[in-house]
C-alpha cells in the first residue's frame, strides 16, 4: 500500500499563495491517478483537482483559474500551487493516490 506524506499548509491572507506537496513511497508499481481533496469543517470531502500519470488533469470548477496541480513522476511527487486565495479555500487538504490517503495538511485562509 502506498504511504502519502503531504506538506506545504499554513495559514495565508486573501489573495496570497501556497504550495502543497505530496509524495508516495512504498508502491514498485506506477501510481496512475493522483488527486487532492479537501475537507472544510461542517462540509463533505471534495475533489480540488485530479492529475494522471500522462498529464490529464481536471479541476473542481470552484478553483479552476487560481489552482494549478502538478506533478513529477520521477519523484513520485505531486504539488499544488493555489494562487489568489480566498476564505472559502480554507479547509484540511488531502492527497489520495493508489486507493490511499495522506494524513492532511491544514490551509487558512483569513485576515
Do not use: H
Not at 513511497?25 to 488527486?35: E, F, P, Q, W
Not at 488533469?57 to 496541480?69: D, H, L, Q
Not at 488531502?94 to 485576515?111: I, K, L, M, N, P
Amino acid at each position: 500500500q502506498v504511504r502519502l506524506v503531504e506538506s506545504g499548509g499554513g495559514w495565508v491572507q486573501p489573495g496570497g499563495s501556497l504550495r502543497l506537496s505530496c509524495t508516495a513511497s512504498g508502491s514498485s508499481d506506477r501510481i496512475n491517478v493522483m488527486a487532492w481533496y479537501r475537507q472544510a469543517p461542517g462540509k463533505l470531502r471534495e475533489t480540488v483537482a485530479t492529475v494522471t500519470i500522462t498529464g490529464n488533469i481536471n479541476y473542481a470548477e470552484s478553483v479552476k483559474g487560481r489552482f494549478t496541480v502538478s506533478r513529477d513522476n520521477a519523484k513520485n511527487t505531486m504539488y499544488l500551487q493555489m494562487n489568489s486565495l480566498k476564505p472559502d479555500d480554507t479547509a484540511v487538504y488531502y492527497c489520495w493516490a493508489d486507493d490511499s490517503w495522506g494524513q492532511g495538511t491544514q490551509v487558512t485562509v483569513s485576515s
